[in-house]
């Protein structure tokens, strides 16, 4: 493994407007001494091709072609071709990294700080510290005060294992989640950067715009992160009940994820972890009856106005 070398891992699906401008980017770094990664994830379209002209003009690019296998299968391929890689970056092929980016995140790095977070992936409340915790990390990523997007972070080759992308395929929405909670089991201390290093681009195609949520895939992706659940059932069950108010706090109808085996396991870990709920929200989850959520539903609005009143 090569001091100071750092992996740019970059899956390659359905981005043949966006991956030239996400090259570009990265071979115009400060910091030279890396490698870049194209994972080639099956493309129907040019990017692919586009890819391995630019492979043949600088030495420092890799392109791997492979079957679509989604983006999960995409960044771990990347993670073992760059087993001679000090740390891992990931950039999404419709993204673009500002010119300093991995000279920034490189310099962050030190003897107990194996993961580098940037203010672009910081979410309220924001983290006026140099360092935090890993446990700190771990809280923030479930309550959603970090973003789990793999991207705006560096992290040490060493903490990468088959464990970190063990995720069944079938999860598409929270498997970064995933990945960067297993990472961060192997770590003590999270740099972070107090800058803004990396640029998302917002498009109608981002995965996110056109994912529609399901009860089967809420439980495989719950039963996922239960690896955390002795030291973070709080915030995990709390996150879980966040969702089920989102879809269906205000629904008068029987939930169409009621008597699911997420909704069961949601119950269950309540009373095994012994969480603590306000009257209402719990009345709501285990309500099915119609005309009995209309009343709860008219109770929480009431109460909610006098709230807004005092």
């Not at 071979?27 to 099956?42: E, H, K, P, S, W």
């Not at 006026?128 to 705006?152: H, M, N, Y």
Request: glycine share 4%; aromatic share 12%.
């Amino acid at each position: 493994m090569k001091e100071g070398l750092i992996g740019v891992i970059v899956p390659v699906y359905k981005v043949e407007k966006y991956i030239t401008e996400c090259i570009e980017s990265i071979l115009a770094q400060t910091y030279t001494n890396f490698r870049l990664i194209l994972v080639d994830d099956g493309t129907p379209d040019n990017a692919g091709k586009i890819c391995d002209d630019y492979a043949k003009k600088d030495s420092r690019i890799t392109v791997i072609h492979q079957e679509n296998a989604g983006v999960t299968r995409a960044r771990a391929r990347g993670v073992e071709e760059a087993h001679d890689c000090e740390f891992i970056t990931f950039v999404d092929g419709d993204d673009t990294l500002q010119q300093t980016a991995i000279q920034n995140m490189f310099n962050a790095t030190g003897p107990n700080t194996r993961i580098v977070i940037t203010d672009k992936v910081l979410w309220y409340p924001q983290i006026d510290t140099d360092t935090i915790s890993a446990f700190e990390f771990q809280k923030r990523l479930i309550c959603e005060e970090v973003s789990s997007a793999p991207w705006g972070k560096l992290f040490s080759r060493g903490l990468f294992n088959k464990y970190v992308f063990d995720i069944p395929h079938e999860i598409v929405m929270g498997e970064d989640l995933i990945m960067n909670l297993r990472l961060s089991k192997r770590c003590n201390e999270v740099a972070v950067i107090h800058d803004s290093l990396y640029n998302y681009n917002i498009h109608e195609e981002n995965i996110c715009h056109n994912f529609v949520d399901n009860a089967e895939h809420e439980y495989l992706f719950y039963s996922n992160i239960k690896d955390f659940m002795c030291t973070h059932s709080h915030y995990i069950i709390a996150r879980n009940l966040k969702k089920w108010d989102r879809f269906f706090g205000y629904s008068y109808k029987t939930p169409e994820w009621y008597g699911s085996d997420i909704h069961k396991s949601l119950l269950n870990d309540i009373k095994i972890y012994k969480h603590r709920t306000n009257h209402i929200e719990y009345s709501l989850l285990t309500c099915a009856n119609p005309i009995k959520r209309y009343v709860i539903i008219f109770i929480r609005k009431c109460w909610n106005k006098i709230r807004e009143f005092i």
